[in-house]
């Protein structure tokens, strides 16, 4: 088994509305349930908004830190998955139903063995 | 003197892809195969080519692959141990099994988690044996830029361990068409393009149509396949007429038929008859279909192009589509006609929508605006051989 990230990219900005975001995390939950039940699921992380990242970075001997997230953009990683596939076909149906589940973009990665 | 280039072209991807089975390692494979060719080199013009070539390269090839794992896993890799075992289980087959290899091979180069251009690059390299020179001077990259790219492409397949095997039933629809597509952009990359290697162009067109023939034999229930690759043998059909002998472009309707290759036309014909009888129409089954008929009798029948165009639209409703149908329907209804309905289409930066507007215009006797049409036409084409025709054509308006 190898295992792949999941990362799920989410709009910057408020979440939608309770009427929305309802129906999608059960969703969620019930995309969970299943690959847990499958053996796929290992384990995941929430991000909080990107309004509260800090970057550090290397600065001439010392640490350089600043506001906000690593790049610019629309949208940012909201949260991620990891889960454990034979291959990558099987962790893209995976992803395939978390895409719909969550209806956000997602970008699949394998992690070194 | 035995054939080994012959051999190599026919065998290489044949070979790459039982090793690849074998031992799951696309760098190995390749390698292993490589060597055995040159193996072969060394021994075949002396002692004569063996009774079955394939076989002996990938015996060969094989072995040197076990070699090579023997040597490595004595620096304890379980996973080369792993590999040995299966591999030395494995009968030397050739035949049977052989032939899904490729098939797995070419879904696996032609994932759609790679780049299209990574597509096309892995599929020449792994199943045509081009040389990544070869495919370097046939995009038109320099050759780091080409080395790259397959490395990085055969490095995605080894890590994200993209699977080799053909897909399952519901993939497949999507999968085909990635295919298809590779297969039909290596041919028009030998097609349609000037610059470069002639010769290596024409060998991309001969390999695209070996690669459809060989998809064709092994998905024969699937209609799209055999739609390229029909169309591909009739586009092939045109060649030696297409240009003159100084490279100047000769259009359809002034080509020597006679120069026509009519072995290529029966074929694609046949298999466009075929097709029809089983009438599950797509777009590849349609453009060929509509090569079909241009290559059918002394004159064009262009009011069945039209009538395939008008079902192309309905697959692919795209500007293109559309202004080669009004191409069409300029020879059945008349220029003025074609002419608004070319107007009406959003094709400013194309330079054949500009050729085409030309066209309409100068046999419509509106001399001024055709020439204006010539220059917008030749300052957008790229193409050498393109330029110099619609500048002769130009050259015949009246000032």
Redesign the interface.
Known sequence: M?KYLLSIYQPDGDPPPPEVLGPIMRDVEAWESEAKAAGAWVFTGRLHPVGTATVLRPDDGGVLMTDGPFAEGKEHIGGFVVIQA????AA?DWARKATLATTLPIE???LHD | MPDIEGIFREEYGRAVAVLVRAFGDIDLAEDAVQDAFTEAMRRWPAAGAPPSPAGWIITTARNRAIDRLRRESSRDDRHAQAALIAATDEPAQVEGPVRDDRLRLIFTCCHPSLSTAAQVALTLRLLGGLSTAEIARAFLVPEPTMAQRLVRAKGKIRDARIPYRIPREADLPDRLRAVLSVLYLVFNEGYTASAGDRLVREDLCAEAIRLGRLLAELMPDEPEVWGLLALMLLLQSRRAARTTPDGALVPLAEQDRALWDHDLIAEGQEIVRRCLRRDQAGPYQIQAAINAVHSDGPVTDWRQIVALYDQLLLFSPTPIVALNRAVAVAETDGPAVALDLVDDLDLGGFHLFHAIRADLLRRLGRDAEAAQAYATAIDLSANAAERAFLQTRADTLSP
């Open positions: 190898k034979d291959d990558l076909d893209l699949v990665r394998p």
